[in-house]
């Protein structure tokens, strides 16, 4: 079993479109052919409920209960290393994931502009990412998210390249 003494996380964020759960994937991948220890979480998943009249503050403690009982499970198994993918609009959002992580927590936004997040996701045909793209709009130009990171790094190369630089950041390699 992993100890907090041993383990950290690091969450991927940026607006929708900007490939968040496509880096947290090659992460993923990178890590494994290099024999570390870790696990992966897209955070999207566990905010994916509906529950007709519950308020916002229920669905955010039922998502981070969620968050807390994913990272528990895969510490007891010896886990070092958690790759999380999802968007995050302020500090306050960040912490509370920090606290249900019960890790240390680096964030890295992704940046990639309007122009390439519309193409990605004017192809993708569900309803859904169409409206994401409205959001991804409203968020850039209000700056939300912006702030909360630790690296702040372009995503408009190669995955594989902004996969290895975020590791070599993290130094999670060594």
């Known amino acids: 079993m992993s100890t907090a003494d041993d ?6 964020t940026g607006v929708y479109g900007t490939g968040k ?4 994937a090659e992460i993923a991948e990178t890590l494994e052919r290099g024999g570390v220890s870790y696990g992966a979480l897209d955070l999207d998943w566990l905010t994916w409920f509906e529950v007709p009249g519950m308020d916002d503050a229920t669905g955010r403690r039922v998502y ?7 990272v528990r499970n895969y510490l007891t198994v ?5 790759v999380f993918a999802g968007a995050i609009r302020d500090r306050e959002e960040r912490d509370a994931l920090q606290v249900a992580t019960a890790m240390p927590l680096r964030v890295v936004r992704l940046e990639v502009p309007l122009t390439e997040i519309a193409r990605r996701l004017q192809t993708d045909p569900t309803t859904g990412r169409r409206d994401d793209l409205q959001v991804a709009t409203r968020w850039l130009s209000d700056s939300v998210g912006v702030g909360v990171e630790d690296l702040a790094i372009p995503n408009e190369g190669p995955i594989q390249n902004v996969a290895t630089q975020i590791i070599e950041w993290l130094g999670w390699m060594r």
């Open 7 to 12: 383990v950290d996380g690091v969450l991927i």
């Open 21 to 24: 759960s496509s880096v947290a």
């Open 64 to 70: 981070l209960a969620n968050v807390a009982d994913v």
């Open 78 to 82: 010896g886990v070092r290393h958690v």
